[in-house]
């Protein structure tokens, strides 16, 4: 596992494909990571632009950071992660969620910006056993509400965990001995499955 950190040994070709920056590398050592065996990788993505300002809650300039930083960032390192993981045979087992903590406020604030917003949210999820190119619900016109199929954090979670082969309805005991199903009450969304 230490060696995934290494990545003195990756051609200057892979380095550049995944992105000259904090979250194309940290992506890259995650798929050094599971091809070393690692069974849960989390890469947070704590985003700086080249000149150095903090890139990831976009409070202000929202289009502005969207166009020129953080989605060619992502779409960068995202889909050399894929295309490496499926070339070495380890997209179908290795999910990939891409998500933030809530979502966007449809109404753009005086600074150009826009405010959290848990009403909606989305998530990406490749590989690991879900159906490919499939989109799952859908929002109102501001992407304010959901309109269809509203999956809640805990079926995320659940999803997740019966991706994972762990039981979604497992508990676990809190401070008190009280027991806590591990999704909450969250069932797995089984129409995402391939």
């Given amino acids: 596992t230490r060696a995934a950190f290494d990545l003195a040994g990756e051609p200057a070709s892979v380095r550049d494909r995944y992105g000259r920056n904090l ?56 889909t050399a992660l894929v ?32 405010e959290h917003w848990p009403q909606c949210g989305f998530s990406l999820l490749t590989g690991g056993g879900v159906q490919a190119g499939m989109i799952y619900g859908s929002t109102d016109k501001q992407a304010a509400y959901p309109t269809s199929n509203p999956v809640h954090p805990s079926a995320l979670v659940a999803t997740i965990y019966h991706l994972l082969g762990i039981d979604p309805q497992a508990t676990v005991p809190d401070r008190l001995g009280k027991t806590n199903p591990i999704a909450g009450s969250g069932e797995p969304r089984t129409e995402l499955l391939g």
């Avoid at 300002?53 to 166009?67: A, I, K, P, Q, V």
């Avoid at 499926?86 to 966007?104: H, P």
């Fill in 83 to 114: 295309e490496d993981l499926e070339q070495r045979g380890l997209l179908d087992s290795t999910l990939i969620v891409v998500m933030g903590e809530m979502g966007r406020s449809p109404k753009i604030n005086p600074k150009a910006g826009r």
């Fill in 23 to 78: 979250f194309g590398q940290c992506m890259m050592v995650a798929r050094r990571l599971v091809e070393s065996d690692v069974p849960f990788v989390s890469v947070h993505a704590e985003n700086f632009s080249p000149n150095g300002s903090f890139t990831y809650d976009m409070h202000e300039n929202n289009f502005g950071l969207l166009r020129d930083y953080n989605l060619p960032v992502l779409d960068r390192c995202f």
